[in-house]
């Protein structure tokens, strides 16, 4: 059994450039939910999606949308990228019923 | 909406000596808990949950945890740590469904030998 795989690992990009993160949930697993890490922070919850579609969204802006595969893999996007972005984005998944998480080991997006 | 506290934010221990890690919570609904730790550079690992039943859960490392609902707590304890166990750990709440998990600040364990 696979668990979440997440790519890159680490990128560097421009301030106000668009950035797309990659995220393969484990095997079972159709929700997927993205977070956000800043440093010396705890994660703080962007958005989840099941079956393809946005279920649930925490605090952010709309400049960051996803999307659900129907293999359950997952991306998000993050538009006009700001230097406060820059953190550890973190992809979890579930079997659906949101109380069994599973997390990746992160993608470091550094905005220069 | 629910917010989760936990009350130190460093928490220096002597190898083999017992560590307990604070998590407080407040939520109008009933909440589900976790305990996830998370190494250097890595993601979360998940170290114990609840979600109903007995109050006392175990989880992996040797580690368990106590669910008190009339003082939102939820305790991470180890009788016996090791410097392997020297990491970030996190408590979390959520509603479930289509909630997501709601984090505190993450508590840094540092084991002295």
């Known amino acids: 059994e696979t668990g979440v795989t997440q790519s890159p690992t680490h990128l560097i990009k421009t301030r106000g450039q668009q950035v797309t993160l990659r995220c393969s949930s484990q095997?079972?697993?159709?929700?997927v939910s993205w977070y956000q890490q800043a440093l010396g922070q705890g994660p703080q919850f962007i958005f989840q999606?099941?079956?393809?579609?946005?279920?649930g969204r925490g605090n952010f802006p709309p400049r960051f949308s996803g999307l659900q595969f129907p293999n359950y893999s997952s991306e998000l996007n993050v538009n006009a990228l700001e230097l406060d972005d820059s953190a550890l984005y973190l992809c979890a998944s579930s079997s659906g019923t949101g109380i069994g998480y599973t997390f990746g080991s992160g993608t470091r997006l550094t905005v220069v | 909406a629910q917010s989760v506290t936990q009350l130190d934010s460093q928490v220096p221990v002597f190898e083999e000596a017992p560590v307990e890690l604070r998590c407080n919570y407040s939520?109008?609904?009933?909440?589900?808990l976790f305990w996830y730790v998370q190494y250097p550079n890595q993601g979360l690992q998940l170290l114990l949950k609840?979600?109903?039943?007995?109050?006392l859960v175990k989880g992996i490392n040797g580690f368990e945890a106590e669910f008190n609902k009339s003082q939102t707590s939820f305790h991470l304890r180890k009788p016996s740590v090791h410097i392997s166990d020297t990491a970030e750990y996190f408590c979390?709440?959520?509603?479930?469904?289509?909630?997501?998990?709601?984090f505190g600040k993450g508590t840094h364990l540092i084991i002295q030998p």
């Open positions: 095997s079972g697993h159709n929700t």
């Open positions: 999606y099941y079956r393809e579609e946005e279920n």
């Open positions: 979390a709440v959520t509603r479930g469904g289509a909630d997501g998990l709601t």
């Open positions: 939520s109008s609904v009933s909440v589900y």
């Open positions: 609840y979600l109903s039943g007995s109050t």
